[in-house]
């Protein structure tokens, strides 16, 4: 990446870090945004379904993950094994012991290893492009392109609140496009 491209990265990321933590995050707490999903048969008919526990400002994901949970669809969340690049998800349920990872975040301990047909992303921004900004590490975007290398079929969703609509992520040839983007107020479809 160039350096120019990298620190407009860094700059779109401290801004919309900023920006996030602002939002009122009570504006999802009645608001069964997730539940539209279940109108669309590619949601329904895949069983296997990745998420991730909400760190600092990021949109809650604990109903979701319930209601996941609830269409007895196999929940499963990202760990970072041997400081791998590529995120592994491992099967969870609620109240299943949890280990700090890298990075703080919340782990499953001793599951079972799934390859995800559906696969929820934060977001700290996203465009209606597809394009979605993270925290940095490109965890995420690895992953992805890992299964589409190896021919995985999966659906990708960035889970993320409206005010962080961009009209531009800044991005590079590593950073993949989403299929979708869900807020409270709309699911985009992208791909």
């Not at 600092?56 to 109903?63: C, F, G, H, L, R």
């Not at 491992?90 to 079972?112: A, H």
């Not at 993270?134 to 995420?140: E, M, S, V």
């Not at 969703?157 to 005010?163: K, P, R, S």
Request: proline share 2%; hydrophobic share 35%; aromatic share 12%.
């Amino acid at each position: 990446m160039s350096q120019d491209l990298d620190l407009l990265k860094k700059i779109q990321r401290k801004e919309q870090s900023k920006k996030r933590s602002l939002i009122d995050n009570s504006i999802i707490s009645n608001n069964a945004f997730y539940k539209k999903l279940s109108k669309y048969d590619w949601f329904n008919n895949n069983k296997i379904v990745a998420s991730f526990l909400s760190i600092k400002s990021e949109i809650s994901t604990n109903a979701l993950n319930q209601y996941l949970l609830s269409l007895e669809k196999i929940l499963c969340l990202p760990i970072i094994e041997n400081n791998e690049e590529i995120l592994i998800f491992k099967r969870y349920c609620i109240g299943d012991e949890l280990k700090k990872g890298k990075f703080g975040v919340s782990e499953p301990v001793n599951s079972q290893t799934y390859l995800p047909d559906i696969i929820f992303v934060p977001c700290l921004a996203f465009d209606e492009n597809g394009y979605r900004l993270g925290y940095g590490g490109g965890y995420y975007d690895k992953s992805i392109a890992n299964f589409y290398s190896i021919k995985h079929k999966f659906i990708s969703i960035g889970l993320a609140y409206e005010e962080q609509k961009v009209n531009n992520v800044v991005h590079d040839h590593l950073d993949q496009k989403l299929n979708y983007i869900l807020t409270e107020k709309q699911l985009y479809n992208i791909l």
